[in-house]
T-cell receptor
Framework: DAKTTQPTSMDCAEGRAANLPCNHSTISGNEYVYWYRQIHSQGPQYIIHGLKNNETNEMASLIITEDRKSSTLILPHATLRDTAVYYCIVRVIGTASKLTFGTGTRLQVTL | EAGVVQSPRYKIIEKKQPVAFWCNPISGHNTLYWYRQNLGQGPELLIRYENEEAVDDSQLPKDRFSAERLKGVDSTLKIQPAELGDSAVYLC????????????FGPGTRLLVL
């Protein structure tokens, strides 16, 4: 699985959009971009995934660049409950393969 | 629908003692994963089951770790004997084999070895 690079930490004011970047310059054509988050003392939680088109669900939006070498997770209106570590993972879809987590981005949402 | 259940949530033992963790996956999920998460790091896979079969145990330290998934439902991960470096959070996750986009994680068991 391709390696990803994320900033160590970010801050965001409550109610504002949180934009979390991820670089995955060695991504292969059959690898998807996944985002998980881990709130303190909980297990990781799936957020969203995509191949090359932008994706949106009730939790977030995923913007993938045309060359697929980077992506951005957008939380449109961050709340205090969105404070967590966010992991960007690239993975071949269609298999029950492992998730290879990095160290993620620690997002702190403040009042 | 109940999520992935793990027990115990916390465990403190002395080194060289045995310890076991239990996981009950989401009903109908035939793929089960055990991950270990060290402090400040992301989770790392220890073993993956498809039904009763361990299909990826390459990262499981087999000299002291063992796992089983009898009847292809719940699973137990054991450490014997525990070492100081085994202190970590042990996470269980499950997914459907044919649509494995989403792995659902339990809350984890936090192990402290003294």
């Amino acid at each position: 699985d391709a390696k990803t690079t994320q900033p160590t930490s970010m801050d965001c004011a409550e109610g504002r959009a949180a934009n979390l970047p991820c670089n995955h310059s060695t991504i292969s054509g059959n690898e998807y971009v996944y985002w998980y988050r881990q709130i303190h003392s909980q297990g990781p939680q799936y957020i969203i995934h995509g191949l090359k088109n932008n994706e949106t669900n009730e939790m977030a939006s995923l913007i993938i660049t045309e060359d697929r070498k980077s992506s951005t997770l957008i939380l449109p209106h961050a709340t205090l409950r969105d404070t967590a570590v966010y992991y960007c993972i690239v993975r071949v879809i269609g298999t029950a393969s492992k998730l290879t987590f990095g160290t993620g981005t620690r997002l702190q949402v403040t009042l | 629908e109940a999520g992935v259940v793990q027990s115990p949530r916390y465990k403190i033992i002395e080194k060289k003692q045995p310890v076991a963790f239990w996981c009950n996956p989401i009903s109908g999920h035939n793929t089960l994963y055990w991950y270990r998460q060290n402090l400040g790091q992301g989770p790392e896979l220890l073993i993956r089951y498809e039904n009763e079969e361990a299909v990826d145990d390459s990262q499981l330290p087999k000299d002291r770790f063992s796992a089983e998934r009898l009847k292809g439902v719940d699973s137990t991960l054991k450490i014997q004997p525990a070492e100081l470096g085994d202190s970590a959070v042990y996470l269980c996750a499950s997914s459907l084999l044919r649509s494995a986009e989403t792995q659902y994680f339990g809350p984890g068991t936090r192990l402290l070895v003294l």
